[in-house]
């Protein structure tokens, strides 16, 4: 039973990490977030230094 | 804060005077020094000039002369306080009232932050310089454009903080380019205390170009003599510091990549900051008579105008005035009174262009080169045995017309030979690490949902993608090897007459390159292409050069599929991504982009023996954005995947299957064939689980769109999935192809192998992975690389378009590969 309780609460803490990311690359200006909070290349550090 | 935003009966005291020349000398002269006190008395009823007091007297300053001057106020006091006093949670009363001494500290302390701009022409080691000074990890290259914005860093030295800024190369200060335009407003509007002008001592009078522009606009400077190595190597002798009194400007021999000089350098600086140094000082070029009395005649009307800005160079404006600068004409149209100004401009010019017989523009250019050539005469003295350098030996061969393909090719031969062989070894150990670890949670925890997700879905997931890490940094070594030594630009060259076929110029084959290792910086660097059609068509074709995030796919099914010609499929694939990106670059110059380019230079930089330090960075920076994708998205997408793959977890089948072993247990059949029944029905209890799941019904429902092309629903999932990012095609295929793996094999190669359909076929033939591959390699590039286009172009339409046009054609090659594929093995097999 505890290990349905556990999936549940990763379950549930993924669909909240995606609907905050979703939330970011609609909210977020457009120019400091061209990446939609990606980090898969160099730019993401760039981004930073700007913010 | 800058002294004109202080209010009427505000008290500050100054930090320092920014601008230049003439107008900063007598700023100073008026008292407005370091650490003095200033008071505000009133302003003009238009708001300027401001009335203030300072040492005694009283003098009044236009507001756009103030705000040249920085100052700390006691609401800088205040702010200061109340950083301190949030810390310690006590409660700063709004009124705090400095005093002068306070002020004073302040102000002292904020007057050893240095302004530093870094400034020079493209590849002259603009950046490993700021990397070396600022201990940043910026993209270095050698080859033209790798700064494509500015970048800024902080550090300190002997009690001085300097913040320094990496701006783009530029040959000159033209307005031609939007570098050069760049440059010269962050010069103008950010007003830096002193500019670094890094010149490479491998080609002084090129580089001096630049100089002598900074010169016109009056900054004060400090030149790096960078590569001063190589001037030494190669027996030249440079009397620098004649050249330094000269020009006014101290030069500083430095080797970025080491190290050298480096420190020498920015104490010379501080010397420049502090008005210390016994070289600095002002001069004019003598740009010979004519000139000189053109520019004469039209500094005398600008010297007239009084809403020109006293802290720009009336003599810098006369001159770009007459070299007919767009800029500046556009700038001097705002002013009331322009229209005298242009006259006189345009009097003069017609007299230049009478006497000198060319245009002023070369006129100036023509002195420019006149001025270096006389000061490199007396002060340069080059080895006059002419040797062939290592650069002109090596490039015999590499740009040859007909070995330089050939060597290319070979070169990208050993890259993908090394990425694939080299990379095998540190890939089984993780293989097994990433086993070791599922045997353990597998062996030690209790059976159930959240054992489950760990070893199928995170572990699985996670682990089938991060094995290929060392294959992306073998690759990323090579990549590294060729930007740095100098091997790109003459990639870019013997590729020019095939860019040139494609609509585009050499230069554009350096974003391409570079798009092997990751889309988004590719797309970004395009930047430095001049021609708008150029750059639109590099943007969009570049999605089709195969990034390292689409390794992991390849290494998967090559391992699995090809083992015996790795190297040539994989060489196959990226060569197979070129040629269709030749071929939609002339589809797009021809129906897209037809007008005509603006011709430009390429250039070949010398040869560098790389760094072991600058590619273990370029190494470093890529292990460190794969790890985070690993625990980002990949982790993220394997949990979801495994979701949606583990329920519903009960289906009517699967009660019937349940029922059907239970029968066979206890039938009395010999012991290997009940266990080979249980088996066989076990697995298809699986296969009937995974094609009941959520993401069995997604699969089933997009798979008759991707059928024709050999794949099943799994891949087809893959494929949806692996839109967030390459890597995830490979997670997505490790979470669903556990289904039928025996407990011996754990490897994913072996699992994609052994997978068999209900009909008890093999999923996955060589046939299907070349198509699976192909369509990985064109088919929409990740999220990344679409919000790139969609900022580098301006607008959402290419964006779009991107996303069409690469799934169409991902389609229509996988199609024609598959069922040209399988007519011919129906015919021969």
Known sequence: MWQYIAICIIGIAVIGYIAYKIYRMFTAPKSKHP???CSGCASKKELKMKE | MRLSELRTGDKGVIVKVMGRGAFRKRIIEMGFIRGKEVIVIQNAPLKDPIHYRVMGYDVSLRRSDAALIEVVSAADFEKEQMIPAQDTQKSAGPSILPSDNELQTIALQKGKTINVALVGNPNC????????????????????????????????????????????????????????????????????????????????????????????????MVIALNMYDELERHGNKFDHESLARMIGAPIIPTVSKTGFGIEELFNRVIKVYEEED?????????????????????????????DIPRSLSKRYLSIKLLEGDRDIDSFIKTLPGAETIFQERDRNTAQIEELLQEDCETAFTNARYGFISGALRETYEQNTIKEATSTQIIDLFVTHKVLGFPIFILFMWIMFEATFYLGGYPMEWIESLVEVIGNFVRGHMAEGPLKDLLVD???????????????????????SFMEDSGYMARAAFIMDKIMHKMGLHG???IPLVMGFGCNVPAIMASRTIESRNSRMITMLVNPLMSCSARLPV???????????????????????????????????????FNEEDVPFVMELPPYRMPTGKSIMIHMWEKAKQ????????????????????????????????????AEIENMELDSQEKADTIEELERLKAVDHQQNSY???????????????????????????????????????SVLYTGNADDDSQALSERLKQDRNTEGDLVFTPLIAISLMLFVLIYFPCIATISAIVNESGSWKWGIFVIVYTCVLAWIVSFIVYQTGNFFIGLFG
């Open chain 1, 35 to 37: 990446c939609c909070g």
């Open chain 2, 695 to 733: 993401i069995g019904r997604i699969g089933q429902t997009i798979q008759p769109v991707l059928a024709p092309l050999g794949f099943d629903w799994k891949m087809s999932v893959s494929l949806l999935t692996g839109m967030a990012a390459k890597e995830v095609v490979v997670s997505t295929l």
């Open chain 2, 125 to 220: 080691g603009k950046t490993s310089l700021f990397n070396f000074a600022s201990g940043a990890h910026e993209h270095v290259g050698n080859y033209s454009g790798v700064t494509v914005d500015a970048k800024e860093g902080i550090f300190q030295q002997n009690g001085y903080t300097f913040r320094i800024v990496d701006l783009p190369g530029t040959y000159s200060l033209s307005a031609y380019t939007p570098e050069e335009l760049y440059v010269r407003k962050h010069l103008n509007e950010e007003q830096p205390d002193v500019v670094i002008n890094v010149i490479d001592a491998s080609n002084l009078e090129r580089n001096l170009y630049l100089t002598t522009q900074l010169i016109d606009m009056d900054v004060r």
């Open chain 2, 554 to 592: 390849y290494v998967l099914l090559i391992g699995a599929f090809f083992p015996e010609n790795a190297s040539f499929i994989l060489l196959a694939l990226y060569v197979s991504g070129i040629l269709l990106a030749v071929i939609m670059a002339r589809l797009f110059k021809r129906f897209l």
């Open chain 2, 457 to 479: 879905g995170i572990i699985g997931g996670v682990g089938g993608v991060i094995v290929f890490l060392p294959n992306i940094l073998i690759l990323y070594m090579f990549i």
């Open chain 2, 507 to 509: 230069k554009s084959f």
């Open chain 2, 278 to 306: 016994p070289v600095i000082r002002h001069i004019h070029i003598n740009y010979g008579e004519s000139l000189e009395k053109g520019i004469s005649n039209v500094r005398k009307i600008l010297k007239n105008n009084v």
């Open chain 2, 626 to 661: 794969y790890l985070h994708k690993m625990g980002g998205i990949i982790l993220v997408a394997s949990i979801i995947i495994w979701f949606l793959g583990y329920f519903p977890r009960h289906s009517e089948n699967g009660d019937q299957f349940d029922r059907q072993i």
